[in-house]
């Protein structure tokens, strides 16, 4: 007996082809997923730690809270810290960093604060310290400060230095704990 193909038929040929298809490329994005490189799970770092990442030494050697100023003062509730730091580039390249891009603080409660240029006025008069910043030539190192306006209440405080402005480029993240505000 010869039979013909029905429109029935050629919807369940058509649908066996596309469930084919489709598991297919589920398979090959489960196997895709399995080869993709993983991120190393995040490191932490203390105070008076050094750590290396992507060619940079960094080390964080404590979060100071800055004294009053006639001048800048912060918002109510608000303090003036700065992260006292050192920077190392240890490649064989000139190497740039732009605190505002790369340089953040942030508190327990996930609130993220970028660098504060009235606090940072306020560090460089009273320890004389300045920020981190502009070209790294190969083994430049470079100490200071990058300040921030953080309220008082803020607790489970963290310094992150990103090693580049690249997405996806590795952090560096020291902890700093909480702090006794004045």
Do not use: K
């Not at 009053?68 to 190392?88: I, M, N, T």
């Amino acid at each position: 007996m010869n039979r013909t193909s029905t429109p029935a038929d050629a919807r369940l040929q058509s649908g066996c082809r596309l469930l084919t298809a489709a598991l297919g490329a589920l398979l090959l994005a489960i196997s895709c997923l399995g080869c993709a490189p993983r991120r190393p799970p995040e490191a932490h770092w203390h105070v008076n730690e050094s750590a290396e990442s992507q060619g940079w030494r960094v080390s964080v050697a404590g979060l100071a809270t800055l004294p009053p100023d006639p001048h800048r003062r912060p918002q109510d509730g608000h303090a003036f810290v700065s992260v006292h730091l050192r920077l190392e580039n240890g490649t064989t390249a000139t190497r740039y960093v732009m605190p505002e891009r790369q340089m953040t603080l942030l508190d327990g409660d996930g609130h993220v604060y970028a660098p504060d240029r009235d606090a940072a006025v306020v560090a460089a008069r009273a320890f004389q310290w300045l920020i981190p910043e502009g070209a790294f030539p190969p083994g430049a190192i470079a100490e200071g400060a990058v300040s921030y306006q953080i309220p008082l209440a803020a607790q489970d405080v963290r310094w992150v230095f990103r090693t580049s402005l690249l997405p996806g480029a590795q952090s560096i993240t020291f902890l700093l704990g909480d702090m006794p505000w004045p």
